[in-house]
């Protein structure tokens, strides 16, 4: 399926986060994803950073559903969103794509990430179920998941992760640096 970068639909979606654009089907116009930035103080491991600057991508299941809005706030206040690369809304179940280092304690570390997670993931709306994927092991969702659809492709075709915040870059290019912090 080919993409084609458009305005984003919700151009003021967050007090914390805005959208960089939307991604749609060339064909029929229907929206696959949006790629947010989301200031960030933490990195992908969850250790305190300088400011960041990550980038997100939100898939969606053929229309937008602005629920998830509150549930990426939830995660970014409760410190959960920096590992975090691409988030599926379903009608039950949030899916979360994020890497997680190979360090002591990782599986202790992981269900406590996971708990705190649900958490975020209960709203005003609804209480979605979490299912964590690492990117490699995408072919483990169900086969109607919209990131087994598209979510490799989309890998290939985005930069995610926390990167440097450069207040002049920010505010003056569209271009985010390569370097994601160390």
Known sequence: MNFKQKEP???????????EYDAVDEV???????????PQRYNERLEAQSLGLQRLAVIWDGDY???IFEVIERALVAELLSPIS?????????TIVGTFPAIANSDAL???????????ATTQW???DVVRVDPTT???LEANNPILLYGLQILDAERFGVFHYDLIMFAFDDI????PFP
């Not at 639909?9 to 986060?17: E, G, N, T």
């Not at 985010?176 to 370097?179: G, H, K, T, V, Y």
């Open 65 to 67: 559903d602005y629920r």
């Open 28 to 38: 029929s116009g229907a929206p696959i994803y949006t790629i947010y930035a989301v």
């Open 176 to 179: 985010i640096s390569d370097e």
């Open 86 to 94: 691409m988030l599926h809304l379903g009608e039950n179940k949030i």
């Open 138 to 140: 995408l072919n483990t």
């Open 9 to 19: 639909v919700f151009r003021i979606c967050s007090r914390f986060f805005q959208p």
């Open 126 to 128: 609804q209480s979605w």
């Open 110 to 120: 992981e269900k406590i990430y996971d708990e705190r997670w649900q958490e975020a």
